[in-house]
């Protein structure tokens, strides 16, 4: 497998939005490449090498109703050499903190890439996004207790100083 580029995602996004709309699932789609310290933080935590890393593309579609969430998996499934590696469950069984999403792995969607695909709805993602779910927050409360740690090292180091 060849490292993902900025077309595939965008071949990917476009294969998704029109396969959904055969089906007359009209979604938001959007896709990124991830970030290389991303992966390499995760593979460094996770002792994984490249090719165990299953989000190095990430598509996201967003829909209006939670039946459709499941259609678009039903899409995916029937598209062309596509097989799911793993599929998670996030609205039948939402995360403790409220979190709902279809996950799933999937390779082959494109060229034999490997792309983790979420399906939601608009409330789920409001939720996602700006609620107790948040990723962002956590991402930021992350950094404040590392700009935290950084501060209170300093801080000792300056009254060693004295």
Avoid: W
């Amino acid at each position: 497998m060849s490292k993902p580029n900025d077309m595939q995602r965008i071949a990917i996004k476009d294969l998704i939005f029109y396969q959904l709309l055969k089906e007359n699932i009209i979604a938001k789609v959007s896709t990124r490449l991830k970030d290389p310290i991303s992966s390499l933080n995760k593979m460094l935590r996770d002792g994984r090498s490249v090719e165990g890393l299953y989000d190095l593309v990430g598509a996201r579609i967003i829909i209006d109703t939670e039946r459709d969430c499941y259609r678009s998996l039903y899409v995916l499934k029937s598209l062309y050499q596509c097989d799911f590696i793993t599929i998670k469950d996030y609205i039948q069984t939402p995360k403790l903190n409220g979190y709902q999403s279809l996950h799933i792995i999937v390779l082959n969607l494109f060229n034999g890439c490997k792309v983790e695909v979420q399906i939601r709805t608009s409330m789920m993602h409001i939720t996602a996004e700006n609620g107790a779910a948040s990723h962002k927050k956590y991402k930021q409360e992350q950094q404040d207790q590392i700009t935290r740690a950084i501060f209170d090292n300093i801080t000792r180091l300056f009254e060693s100083l004295r």
